[in-house]
């Protein structure tokens, strides 16, 4: 079994343990992934949100918190801040660092499927391309390390990440 797949289409239709979203620092939802989690999984995900903000006050760009999935088909939300685009050369770590802290959370909850959407691709103009070689390195690093974990499936809700993420696994049709 492929422990890594492609989906194109809408992540908040994915049934699965845990869905992660690609959050801001307030954990109040926003546009793009982010509203749409958070539209569709209704309030319960804004209340646990609000009490991650009351104890730590948010989430920084790197790391990651989780809470329930509300409304979704999954059972969990893990949220993680990914880098804007700014060219500055640190952006590339920090998304790297969204991957780890979205497996550590994963591992540490007992999580073994996760859906992952495309991480600052969006309004944080990160580079598709070089976003999803870090998204898929750092997939391909998690899984050889923990064997036991079922699968990771990538979400792509445009048709551009969804080509660039097959091309880069060597996947056809």
């Known amino acids: 079994m492929n422990k890594i797949i492609i989906y194109h289409g ?4 994915v049934e699965c343990q845990a869905i992660v979203n690609a ?14 989690i958070h539209r569709a ?3 319960k995900i804004l ?16 790391h990651a918190v989780i809470t329930t999935a509300g409304n979704l088909l999954a059972d969990k ?21 969204c991957y780890k802290s979205v497996f550590d959370l994963a591992v540490q909850n007992n999580i073994c499927e996760l859906a992952i959407p495309n991480i600052s ?20 690093d998690f899984l050889k390390r923990n064997e036991n974990f079922k699968q ?16 880069l696994l060597g996947m056809t049709e």
């Not at 809408?10 to 239709?13: E, N, P």
């Not at 209340?47 to 790197?62: L, P």
């Not at 691709?121 to 391909?140: N, Q, S």
């Open 41 to 43: 999984g209704g309030t």
């Open 121 to 140: 691709t969006g309004i944080y103009r990160f580079p598709k391309k070089l976003a999803a070689e870090i998204a898929i390195e750092a997939t391909k």
């Open 152 to 167: 990771v499936i990538f979400v792509c809700f445009d048709i551009e990440n969804y080509l660039i993420y097959k091309e």
């Open 10 to 13: 809408d992540i908040t239709k």
């Open 23 to 36: 959050a801001n620092t307030s954990l109040m939802g926003g546009g793009g992934v982010d509203g749409a």
């Open 77 to 97: 939300i893990i949220h993680t801040v990914g880098p804007v685009w700014n060219n500055k050369g640190v952006e590339e770590e920090l998304l790297r660092s």
């Open 47 to 62: 209340d646990a949100c609000k009490k991650i903000r009351a104890s730590q006050g948010g989430c920084k760009v790197g």
